[in-house]
């Protein structure tokens, strides 16, 4: 038997609760995995209160992003008592997911666990760790370089955006970081590594076409009028990696900043990233993230406590990260 957070509908209601399973109730899957730890994304939070219709198939163990051991393995690659880490693949959405003491997953989904980090330091990063490497290798990829100017960060206290900001900083980057809790986040932000914070208000007015030009690039979590305001801003050659819509989905733009600025707009995807990119992120967060990340504000909280984080970090009210011991 094992424990495991379990979400089911009831008249169109979310209800979580915490149930005892066992093996045979875990879906189809080649390795079989003792969670050490999970973490709680933005997407975990829509899901778990059912704000965001993420969930399609009840019951459903959330958690889109594990760390654990392989307890049986039916591939090659992996034996039991290695290591691994998964985040995405529709994990924790479409086949349950790491908020339980134990996964049935598909070999395909998994990497080995990298060195540089143990499980909860793998899921202090997790997906929004990854997506904050996936859109920094974009800027890079783009030719954006330390010395082309200041890259704005939006979202900054959030999990992509505050590993967005620490990446940044380690490669040389000047960083902006634009933040809503500027009075309670900005000492928080700067010892990560920001040199300069942007009220989240600044950015909200709406955007004229083009304005006057700030930034080299920018690494978006926000979407909606914010996304559109960064977009009037970028230098002329600028690039944007955008990866999220906490702010809203939509994107009231014109053309303007791509046909007179040669902006690029580059979307940013972790959950289906093929693995090998996927595991050269992993690489690369292990050579860039200081010891001093792992040190900084973390919750580690129980899978009791998991409904109230979720609902706390879809009203924008986590800072950093928050780990799962299931
Ligand atoms: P968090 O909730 O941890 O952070 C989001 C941050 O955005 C908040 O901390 C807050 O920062 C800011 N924010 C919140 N609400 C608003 C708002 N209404 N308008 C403007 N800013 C707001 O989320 P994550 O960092 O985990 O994820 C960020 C976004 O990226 C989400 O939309 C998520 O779905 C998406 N995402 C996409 C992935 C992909 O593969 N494309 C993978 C992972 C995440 P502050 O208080 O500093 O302003």
Known sequence: MFKALLLNQQEKQTIATIEQLDDS????????????????????????????????????VPGIDLAGTV???????????????????????????????????????????PKHFNGK???????????????????????????????LVTGASGGVGSVAITLLAQLSYQVAAVTGRAEENSGWLKSLGATRIVERHELE???RPLEKQLWAGAVDTVGSKVLAKVLAQVDYNGAVAACGLAGGFDLPTTVMPFILRNVRLQGVDSVMCPFEKRQQAWQRLGELLPASYFEQACREVSLDEVAECAEAITKGQITGRVVIKP
């Open 71 to 113: 307890v049986e393995s039916g591939d090659e690659r992996y034996q039991p008592g290695d290591q691994v880490v998964l985040t995405g693949w529709g994990v924790g959405e479409t086949h349950w997911g790491g908020m339980a003491e134990r996964a049935r997953l598909n070999a395909d989904w998994l990497v080995p666990l």
């Open 25 to 60: 109730q875990l879906p189809q899957g080649n390795v079989l995995i003792d969670v050490d730890y999970s973490s709680l994304n933005y997407k975990d939070g829509l899901a778990i209160t059912g704000k965001g219709k993420i969930i399609r198939q009840f019951p459903m």
């Open 121 to 151: 330091q793998a899921m202090m990063i997790g997906t929004a760790g990854l997506t904050a490497m996936l859109c920094v290798q974009a800027l890079v990829d783009a030719g954006i370089t330390p010395e082309s100017g200041e890259i």
């Open 205 to 207: 007015e709406p955007a």
